[in-house]
């Protein structure tokens, strides 16, 4: 089983800091593409948590990039599994946003459509 640590935990405040100041990161939504359309994260790419191997390299082409993963909520493993696959294929900064879409619109913050 591969080692949990590779992939560390960004939390809101963080994260909308990261974003609002227009720094080096690609944030990922590891949802289907229907639940990106509905809305996502400012400037977020979506890659479907099935989907890692293929589009990867096409949408993150910097592995040493700082990549920032989320799905739907605690609960949704999607962004555990998407992260961790990104992280075995060689990406060095990969963090995960647990709280995801749930946490980040009850924190009163905009998504995209």
């Known amino acids: 089983m591969p080692e949990k640590s590779a992939v560390r935990s960004i939390e809101r405040e963080e994260l909308q800091a990261k974003i609002e100041q227009g720094d080096?990161?690609?944030?990922?939504?590891?949802?289907?593409?229907?639940?990106?359309?509905?809305?996502?994260?400012?400037?977020?790419l979506n890659m479907p948590h099935d989907q890692?191997?293929?589009l990867a390299?096409?949408?993150?082409?910097?592995?040493?990039v700082e990549v920032v993963v989320y799905c739907a909520n605690l609960e949704c493993q999607n962004s555990v599994a998407?992260?961790?696959?990104?992280a075995e294929l060689g990406y060095?900064?990969?963090?995960?946003?647990?709280?995801?879409k749930k946490d980040w619109i009850e924190g009163g913050l905009p998504v995209e459509k």
């Open 24 to 44: 080096n990161i690609v944030v990922v939504e590891a949802l289907p593409p229907n639940y990106y359309d509905e809305g996502h994260l400012p400037g977020a």
């Open 92 to 100: 060095s900064a990969v963090r995960e946003y647990e709280g995801g």
């Open 52 to 54: 890692v191997d293929e």
């Open 57 to 64: 390299a096409r949408l993150i082409p910097d592995k040493d």
């Open 82 to 86: 998407a992260s961790q696959r990104l």
